[in-house]
């Protein structure tokens, strides 16, 4: 065999053995949804004991493979009918290699639920970055939620990792995933009669065709990137939730975001102003169809001016226009928008008032000023 045909061989065993990076486009990663579960062979009850058990994903702690409908003593609910999960235990992690557009910016959507620790959350990353969600919280009355997180990708080729921070007592205690999906992010452009980057909230993280509850946005505090372009998640540990119209009511477009954690998270978005010029805030406020009825309402700060605005839903959706205006006090202005109360759904689950389609404009500028003779 001649030098050339050797090395033309070695190249198509080393393809054949090296697992495939598929170019991700929006939606579910492959097996996304765990569908395609391990081996018997490599499992230990439901315990999978096989770093490539799963197909196209990487294993490494006390990772567990559970099937629809099986439900164990400590777990506070049970895999939904059609979907399977990975409980990812002590110091588990579930990677995949996603090959993506270098430079561009992604956001990660996964549903998850707790199990059976008190402060369960998970370290999502793509290297560099990486955040930290909490999701001890629970948003929805099934138990199950989705959340999302964004990055920048470093190169045409990166890791997604998921890893369960808790160590517990019992090892097998942490977080459920049922599925994992991923979306291309475009940078918002700011549009003409409008100073704000989405202010129409039309980018977003991808939302799951078959939930109806629409997608948790995490702290900035917890991401270099938001899922949300444009604005930022002022919090802690609570978040905001990005609702789309084939679930929810929606005052303008085809999506908005609900301010369910209260006053213990705020929607931000900083811009340049000009100081002693006055600008005019207009947006809609109103409930998302699923049932939050009451005086809903939003308060909102740009510079040293506030407004309470009010909007007493009954819950089958609607909303109303508002606007606040103020004078710039320097060069940069942070528009805040924050729920006044907490409120709760006849489910118990929390729920608040939908913000949408806001814009900011100059209504006037300052006299030039007359030199005196």
Known sequence: MTKSRRCMALL?????????????????????????????????GTVVTGKHAMPNWE??????YIESGHKEADMLLAVPVGANAVRLGNDATIRQ???????AYYSITFVAARSCAQAEKLNVSVDPEFGVLPIQTVYTSTGWDSYSWAFKARRSTVTLSIHNTGIEEDPACGPLIIAVAIKALALPQRIKGNMLRNGDFELGPYIFPDTPWGVMVPPILEDV???????????????????????????????????????????????????GWTYRLSFFVGDAGNGCTGSLAVEVYAAGASLRAAYESDGKGGSKPFKLQFTAVGNSTR??????????????TLCGPVVDNVSLVGVRVPAPRRLRL
Do not use: C
């Open 59 to 64: 294993l490494s702690g006390f990772v567990e």
């Open 335 to 348: 528009v805040v928008f924050q729920s006044s109360n907490h409120h709760m759904k006849s489910d118990a």
């Open 12 to 44: 198509l065993l080393v393809g054949m053995a090296a697992p495939a990076v598929l170019a991700v486009t929006d939606g579910l990663l492959p097996n996304g949804r765990f569908s395609q579960g391990p081996d018997k062979s490599q499992m230990n």
């Open 225 to 275: 990137h938001s899922p949300l372009p444009g604005w930022m998640i002022m919090s802690h540990t609570k978040v905001v939730k990005y609702v789309d119209t084939p679930h929810h009511a929606v005052p303008h477009g085809a999506y908005a975001v609900e301010l369910v954690a209260g006053r213990e998270s705020a929607l931000v978005q900083e811009v340049g102003t000009v100081e």
């Open 97 to 103: 290699q996603l090959s993506v557009t270098r430079k």
